[in-house]
């Protein structure tokens, strides 16, 4: 069958010519690949250094609610840029719209809302803008936590010494500008280094909410030791970050509103946690801010809803695990 014949030439001709184009494709450079070598014994202890605990939903919320929420903001504004030596005015002047413009549209649509907050502030936005820190406190409804010095890498400094200093010097400085001391901790892009947790434990915080093991609160074992700590879990996928832009490209804010919803139905059916992160450079636009209302609107019509901060959060399932015979 001739035709025949000629279809599978062609398609093994195209097949080859693919694969051609593949290998000769740049690629980037092999990277040290030492698990290859690691024994099982060597695979468990790197893979279970910091590690999910117990799950710590309790069986009943506060007043019999069903879900508990937490909106939380991380105005992250010229950290970032700051870190990398970066000043470019255009660059301040994106992180500078979280502190001008979207921190105080967030507060005054918690405040429309009657809504209690959490926001996890690097020091230096702190410091930066004091002005959007008295903001934050006015209402005294919301907390304050920490997000790093001026949203370092602990996993790049792989420096204990200097990661303590840097979480010390965090916490001194949002205890002098909030007038309270953090006991909460969401490490910058969630990055964390092996040393981190065990510093957090030794700095005596009541919870950290940087991890993804699970959509509940959970305990945190380094090494299989309980902690103590709380952990309220993050995810990607309840972020605004990925998905809107600048640094992304969903165009409508829409279908990442739609996402958490549904994240949400799925967390009140379960009776666990739903922790939404945001940015106030991001999600604090307006077209956003829109959607972002509605969601609200929509959770607080269904019954038995707990909007809290992460520290009453984390406060009350200590109480009742630690309750728990
Ligand atoms: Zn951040």
């Not at 947790?197 to 074992?221: C, N, R």
């Not at 379960?270 to 509605?294: A, C, N, V, W, Y």
Request: proline letters at 9%; one cysteine or more.
């Amino acid at each position: 069958m001739p035709h025949r014949a000629f279809v599978i030439g062609a398609i093994l001709c195209l097949c080859g010519l693919r694969a051609q184009a593949q290998s000769t494709a740049p690629q980037p450079p092999p990277g040290p690949q030492p698990g290859l070598a690691w024994t099982q014994d060597q695979l468990n202890k790197v893979a279970h250094h910091v590690r999910a605990g117990r799950t710590l939903t309790p069986k009943s919320w506060p007043d019999g609610a069903r879900v508990a929420v937490c909106l939380s903001f991380d105005p992250d504004n010229l950290t970032i840029p700051l870190n990398a030596g970066i000043n470019a005015p255009l660059t301040m002047s994106e992180g500078e719209y979280g502190a001008l413009t979207g921190i105080p549209r967030i507060l005054r649509f918690l405040e429309r809302q009657n809504l209690p907050a959490t926001f996890y502030v690097p020091a230096v936005s702190a410091l930066l803008h004091p002005q959007m820190m008295q903001a934050i406190n006015k209402s005294g409804r919301h907390e304050v936590a920490m997000h790093g010095w001026i949203h370092e890498d602990p996993q790049a400094l792989n420096d204990p010494e200097e990661e303590w200093r840097l979480i010390s010097q965090a916490m001194n400085t949002l205890e002098k500008v909030d007038g309270k001391r953090p006991t909460g901790n969401r490490n910058p892009s969630w990055t964390m280094s092996g040393h981190t947790m065990g510093l957090l434990q030794k700095a005596g915080l009541l919870y950290d909410s940087s991890l993804q093991a699970m959509d509940e609160p959970h305990d945190v074992l380094i090494d299989g030791r309980s902690t103590g700590l709380v952990e309220l879990p993050v995810n990607w996928i309840l972020d605004d970050a990925p998905f809107l832009p600048p640094y992304a490209s969903l165009p409508s804010p829409r279908l990442v509103m739609k996402t958490f919803k549904d994240d949400f139905d799925r967390a009140y059916r379960d009776g666990t946690l739903f922790m939404l992160t945001m940015h106030p450079h991001i999600t604090g636009q307006r077209s956003r801010m829109k959607h972002l209302e509605e969601l609200v609107v929509y959770m607080k019509s269904k019954p038995g809803v707990w909007f809290a901060t992460a520290d009453e959060i984390a406060r009350f399932v200590k109480q009742q695990a630690g309750a728990t015979p």
